[in-house]
């Protein structure tokens, strides 16, 4: 199926939908692998889950209000680093779901988890791949990354320290940061 069919029934369907609390909600949709997801080894494209992941974290942003509150003052989401890991692939009609968090943030920057999972033959769940990202919102008029807190005052929320990072947190940081010093 065409990702833009795929955004329209997305965006069709997201008033339905309920809102999400920050920071410890997840936005999670199901999806099934269509023929024009295919690449030459009949699974799922590597291009695919990036653009499965647009989809949720564009979920993530509506429903917590924080898209609305970004362009009430002219910011916009950015993405500044990912890296996804492939465990299982995902074939031609294969159901899976993308659940989408917001695991941890620093001042200015979030890391956002994407968890591909798909069922196994016991009907167990299954972590196809996962994806972290890197993400802020920028002030495109202020020449600045807005700082969570202020993200967080936008939508009439007290400032939250973050969790610990994890140790793949941690890695994907550090590799992310040799990976801006190298260009």
């Known amino acids: 199926m065409n990702l833009w069919l795929r955004l329209l029934l997305f965006l069709v369907a997201l008033p339905f ?37 647009d989809i949720q974290q564009l979920d993530l942003f509506i429903r917590t209000g924080m898209l609305r509150a970004a362009i009430a003052r002219g910011w916009r989401p950015m993405l500044l680093a990912s890296k996804i890991r492939f465990r299982r692939e995902l074939k031609a009609f294969r159901k899976f779901r993308v659940e989408t968090r917001i695991r941890w943030w620093n001042d200015t920057n979030g890391i956002f988890e994407h968890r591909f999972i798909t069922r196994g033959r016991d009907g167990s769940d299954i972590v196809a791949a996962v994806m972290l990202a890197k993400g802020c919102f920028y002030a495109p008029k202020e020449k600045r990354f ?24 941690l890695a994907f940081m550090q590799a992310e940061e040799e990976l801006r010093l190298a260009t």
């Open 17 to 53: 939908r309920p809102k999400l609390a920050l920071p410890d909600c997840v936005s999670a949709r199901s999806y099934r692998v269509a023929p024009s997801d295919l690449d030459i080894n009949m699974h799922m494209t590597n291009s695919r889950y990036p653009a499965f992941a």
């Open 146 to 169: 807005v700082a969570f807190a202020e993200l967080l005052a936008a939508l009439g929320l007290p400032a939250i320290d973050p969790p610990e990072p994890t140790s793949e947190i």
